[in-house]
């Protein structure tokens, strides 16, 4: 799903769980209770197939049962393989180290964070002024 997360250690996986965590505290119980139940139906869903569950594949068998789970027939299965992307992504991009790495800079303020916004006048960086610079003329 994402692929830096091939590289993370175990300190990485607990901040993306804690941030997953802190997401689903605020869903009502029944979705809790769902999206519970649906991990462990995927987990042992490859046991007839490959003879292990899904936390015991290694990642290729991992990885290519997930990509036919995105495809699976039934709608709600798609669905539910969306949803634990979607969290797994939350759950990644959520990081500051992350968000950082590909230059995300959006602030809880939102735009009140902005210089501008504080009266403060905006520094441009070179990258800046090279992207403005090349853009195309309209």
Do not use: C
């Amino acid at each position: 799903m994402v692929p830096e997360l091939r590289a993370a250690g175990p300190q990485h996986w607990m901040e993306i769980e804690a941030e997953i965590e802190r997401a689903l505290a605020q869903r009502p119980s029944a979705v809790r209770r769902q999206l519970a139940s649906f991990l462990r139906l995927i987990d042992w869903f490859p046991l007839l197939r490959h003879g292990r569950r899904l936390t015991k594949l290694d990642s290729e068998k991992r990885s290519a049962l997930l990509q036919s789970l995105e495809r699976h027939p039934l709608l709600l299965i798609r669905r539910g393989i969306w949803g634990v992307r979607t969290l797994v992504f939350l759950g990644y991009y959520t990081r500051a180290d992350v968000a950082a790495r590909i230059g995300y800079r959006a602030h809880p303020d939102g735009w009140d964070a902005r210089p501008e916004s504080r009266g403060e006048r905006p520094s441009a960086t070179p990258q800046d002024v090279g992207a403005v610079n090349k853009r195309p003329h309209v």
